[in-house]
Nanobody, 128 residues
Framework: QVQLVESGGGLVQAGGSLRLSCAAS????????MGWFRQTPGKEREFVAG????????YYADSVKDRFTISRDNAKNTLYLQMNSLKPEDAATYYC?????????????????????WGQGTQVTVSS
C-alpha cells in the first residue's frame, strides 16, 4: 500500500513556473515507476510525464516536452515536476501516480490503467 500526497499547485501567470511535489509512503519507492497526469473538467485524465524507478530514464507527453522536467529523490521518497513556460492550456488538476511493475525493468507506462496508486491532486491555474 502506497500513499501519495501532491503539493505545490497554485496560480501562475502564463510564461511562469511552478514546481509540484509528491510525497510517497513506503519502503520500496525506488522500485516504482512514477508518473504525473492532469485532468480538466469534462476531459480524460492525460499523461504528462513518467520516470523509472532509478530516476535514470524519463519520458514525456509531446505537449510538455522541453518545458516540464520530472525528477525524483528516492532518499526522500519524493517525486517532482518542474513546470516552466506555462501556458493557459496547462491549467488542470495534477495527479501523481505510482506503478509497481509486474516485470523486471521499466515499461514506460503512459495509461491511467497501468498505475496502481494515486494522489488526491493539486490544482494548477495559469492566467493569460
Amino acid at each position: 500500500q502506497v500513499q501519495l500526497v501532491e503539493s505545490g499547485g497554485g496560480l501562475v501567470q502564463a510564461g511562469g513556473s511552478l514546481r509540484l511535489s509528491c510525497a510517497a509512503s513506503g519502503r520500496t519507492f525506488n522500485s516504482y515507476t512514477m508518473g504525473w497526469f492532469r485532468q480538466t473538467p469534462g476531459k480524460e485524465r492525460e499523461f504528462v510525464a513518467g520516470i523509472c524507478g532509478t530516476g535514470r530514464s524519463t519520458y514525456y507527453a509531446d505537449s510538455v516536452k522541453d518545458r516540464f522536467t520530472i525528477s525524483r529523490d528516492n532518499a526522500k521518497n519524493t517525486l517532482y515536476l518542474q513546470m516552466n513556460s506555462l501556458k493557459p492550456e496547462d491549467a488542470a488538476t495534477y495527479y501523481c501516480a505510482a506503478d509497481k511493475p509486474s516485470f523486471p525493468g521499466c515499461t514506460y507506462p503512459r495509461r491511467q490503467r497501468e498505475y496502481d496508486y494515486w494522489g488526491q491532486g493539486t490544482q494548477v491555474t495559469v492566467s493569460s
